[in-house]
């Protein structure tokens, strides 16, 4: 597959177009990026390491029925993707406290939830991704009420397809954030699933396996994506 223009230059990753207008190549970095982009450092072979991680759940997910961008992986850092029309709404879902959720209600980390729950972020880094519901969502025109209610339970389904894989491989999956997109009139998942947008705790020691490593200045980042990798792999 011939790529073409960069259409796209995010945080993590780069979006070209390809000799099929409903395809693109999805290339991944190894610039990380938190804290809406004021704190910047490279982690040595993300790129790699992510594409794989992504591509391996992207096709985990398709097999148990859900609809992704992902057709398949066309190198170390590079996927082929369906080109979406990205809804700037991003879904994160929960299912043990952490992060800007502790923060904002004053929850201790790992405080388990009694459900999962759904928040809605509005996609804008000028604005630092604000918290959104779906009135707002709806009133301002980022997506429909169809979209927002075939997002939000492709997000349950994922989180349930999710929260059993990395248990069977001796992770929690704390946390996750969604992105989805419109592709010849259905609903995709698009963007990546990733330590950069998950929050991973080995089950039995609590260690974080994720971004927070990086956040946080836990050292050893490239280890613990190496060994998220190991793990979707086996
Ligand atoms: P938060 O605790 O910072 O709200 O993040 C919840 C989860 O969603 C965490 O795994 C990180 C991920 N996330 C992103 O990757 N990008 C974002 O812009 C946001 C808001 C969350
Ligand atoms: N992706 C967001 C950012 O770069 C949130 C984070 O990872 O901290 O700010």
């Known amino acids: 597959m011939e790529k073409r223009e960069k259409i796209y230059e ?3 990753k780069q979006l070209f177009t390809t000799d099929d207008a409903d395809l693109l190549v999805q290339y991944f970095k190894d610039e990380a990026t938190a804290f809406d ?25 398709e097999e148990k029925g859900v609809k992704t961008h992902f057709v398949k992986r066309l190198s170390d850092r590079e996927m082929l993707v369906r080109r979406l029309r990205i809804i700037p709404v991003e879904v994160v879902i929960r299912n043990v406290a952490a992060g800007s959720l502790c923060k904002r209600l004053g929850l201790e980390e790992g405080t388990p939830l009694k459900e999962p729950t759904l928040e809605l972020f509005y996609k804008s880094d000028p604005l630092g991704d604000p918290m959104i519901n779906e009135s707002l969502a709806k009133v301002f025109g980022w997506a429909t009420d169809s979209e927002l209610g075939q997002m ?10 999710l929260s059993e894989f990395f248990n069977e491989r001796g992770i929690i999956l704390v ?34 396996m994720d971004k927070d490593r ?21």
């Open 37 to 61: 982009g004021k704190k910047k450092g490279i982690i040595e072979e993300k790129g790699v390491l992510n594409n794989k991680i992504s591509s391996r759940i992207f096709t985990m997910l």
């Open 214 to 234: 990086f956040r946080r200045d836990l050292g050893k980042v490239e280890e613990a994506y190496r060994e998220v990798l190991r793990k979707v792999m086996e």
């Open 10 to 12: 995010g945080k993590a």
């Open 175 to 208: 946390d996750f954030k969604l992105e989805f997109g419109e592709h010849k009139g259905q609903v995709l998942l698009g963007d990546e699933i990733t330590p950069d947008g998950c929050r991973l705790w080995d089950k039995s020691t609590l260690e974080k």
């Open 152 to 161: 939000k339970e492709s997000a349950f389904k994922i989180n349930r397809i």
